[in-house]
């Protein structure tokens, strides 16, 4: 018997590979994946600028980020993670703001944002992305952390937004864009509790590491894997805290790490 409803993972057009260069901005649960990539040693850039919970402002993160790049370093592979529709107009200007930076809450007026609107602020992203690097690929994710400030049917209609958005784009993108189902994989694989924070609302280090491990299976070349079981006993050494971090023995260990470290870096064709 099967006691609990398995995800299924549509097969991306490409794969990630050893030492990747990568763009991850969103919500904060991009920051958890991202994160994950820079430890295991992909050269992974992780919301440059902060923290971005709505289309508009991965938008702004991109253009910023494009500016500011050289394209020789221009990454492969841009993961983009919505968190919400909900965005803030600062009335001065109209202008669509990333942070309110704790400025009273009448300078600004709340909206929401529909799905085409949602769709068109992805597409410039992409498009500025493809500017610099016309093969890139983007995964598109919707982050499985609720909004409890909106209430949470609000939230739900918030994600159920997203979700559609993200629908219409990949039907009206090639197949160098794709969906990673992060959201659905918390709300149905993990459906419970136990693989939420004690604040109920943000994923648990253990449902981050089981969609880690989702996306190693399905998105990881064979050469990215087998470079990840050769660098596990090298990071874990090199995370290894002693007694005495001063004694000859423990520098001893850690510079034969390091030379390890440096080994298969230089194994895959990356320089420190």
């Not at 693989?195 to 943000?202: P, S, V």
Request: glycine letters at 4%; hydrophobic letters at 40%; aromatic letters at 12%.
């Amino acid at each position: 018997m099967e006691f609990r409803t398995i995800v299924n993972i549509p097969q991306p057009s490409f794969q990630i590979e050893p030492l990747e260069r990568m763009l991850f901005v969103g919500s904060c649960f991009a920051d958890g994946i991202g994160q994950k990539f820079v430890e295991e040693r992909f050269r992974a850039t992780v919301n440059p600028y902060g923290t971005m919970y709505n289309p508009a402002s991965i938008l702004h993160t991109v253009e910023r980020f494009c500016e500011e790049s050289v394209d020789g370093e221009f990454p492969r592979v841009a993961f983009f993670t919505l968190g919400t529709n909900h965005v803030y107009r600062l009335n001065a200007t109209g202008e669509i703001v990333d942070n309110c930076q704790k400025r009273p809450q009448r300078l600004f007026t709340e909206e929401v944002l529909a799905v085409d609107e949602i769709v068109y602020f992805l597409k410039k992203a992409i498009g500025k992305l493809r500017c610099h690097h016309p093969d890139i690929h983007v995964v598109l994710t919707v982050s499985p952390i609720r909004y409890a400030k909106y209430g949470y049917h609000e939230s739900q209609l918030s994600k159920a937004t997203l979700l559609l958005a993200v629908d219409k784009l990949l039907k009206e993108s090639d197949e160098a864009v794709s969906y990673f189902p992060a959201y659905e994989i918390v709300l149905d694989e993990l459906r419970d509790y136990r693989f939420y924070k004690e604040d109920m609302l943000h994923p648990s280090a253990q449902a981050v590491e089981y969609i880690w491990q989702q996306l190693v299976d399905n998105y990881l070349s064979p050469a990215a894997q087998t470079f990840l079981k050769e660098w596990k006993p090298i990071k874990e050494a090199l995370g290894h805290r002693p007694f005495n971090p001063d004694s000859e023995e423990y520098k001893r260990f850690l510079t034969e790490a390091k030379a390890k470290e440096k080994a298969l870096l230089t194994k895959y064709g990356f320089r420190l």
